[in-house]
């Protein structure tokens, strides 16, 4: 947390006496962004759905609105962020896709939390791989449910259409690296088993 006479910031939150604030007593707010930030966003060509490319972008835009008090600080931060996109291989048609419907000028409605008190929905939860996109899941879905719908016992089952949902296919670092030892099974041949070993029998000493 920083703080002077004029400003303090809270977590990604600045909030500081602008030009209205001797005229209104009103404080402004606006994004705030540590100097160790490298925006490191999510690549373009990585393996994930577009749903979740889409999502991200209109979520931190959508984030610069509620924060900044200001126009003039938002398009700032819109702006930088689009630029930033731009060298992660995302194309300006598809940011503007993304974005399309923010408009700074409805901040009192972005403002707005939405009380939405719905049933858990049905999810069909597989595996995401770029190949996914050639098998038409969601349309095969679609095609066939009359068998689900037209089936007594099924039909209960499932009463509603289900939302198709992704999980993470693993990486290379998922694959490659393993952050722990499984359980007793410490190697004796690395500094670490080495020394855990010597702790759990203090006679044995290093060779």
């Known amino acids: 947390m920083e703080i002077s006479k004029t400003e303090v910031t809270y977590l990604d939150l600045k ?13 402004d707010t ?8 490298t925006f490191q966003y999510l690549d373009r060509n990585s ?23 200001n126009e003039s600080d938002f398009l ?28 700074y000028k409805q901040r009192t409605n ?5 009380n939405i008190e719905t049933a858990p929905p049905l999810v069909f939860k597989t595996t995401y791989t770029p ?13 066939h449910w009359n068998l689900i719908a037209s089936d007594k016992q099924l ?5 509603d259409y289900p ?20 359980p007793n099974q410490e190697s004796d041949e690395t500094e670490e088993g080495l020394i855990l070993k010597n702790l759990k029998d203090p006679t044995q000493g290093f060779t």
């Open 15 to 27: 909030i500081f006496k602008g030009n209205k604030f001797q005229s209104t007593g009103i404080l």
């Open 30 to 37: 606006k994004v705030y962004t540590k100097p160790t930030e």
């Open 47 to 69: 393996a994930h759905p577009l749903a979740t490319f889409k999502g991200f972008i209109k979520g931190e835009v959508l984030r610069y609105a509620r924060l900044c008090s």
């Open 76 to 103: 700032e931060k819109r702006n930088s962020f689009t630029e930033r996109l731009l060298t992660r291989s995302y194309s300006p048609e598809e940011i503007a896709a993304a974005t399309n419907g923010l408009d």
């Open 110 to 114: 972005l403002l707005a939390s939405k």
């Open 131 to 143: 190949h996914i996109k050639t098998c038409h899941l969601k349309q095969a879905l679609t095609k």
């Open 155 to 159: 039909s209960r089952l499932f009463p």
């Open 163 to 182: 939302t198709i949902a992704y999980k993470g296919v693993s990486n290379l670092k998922d694959l490659l690296v393993k952050s722990r030892f499984p």
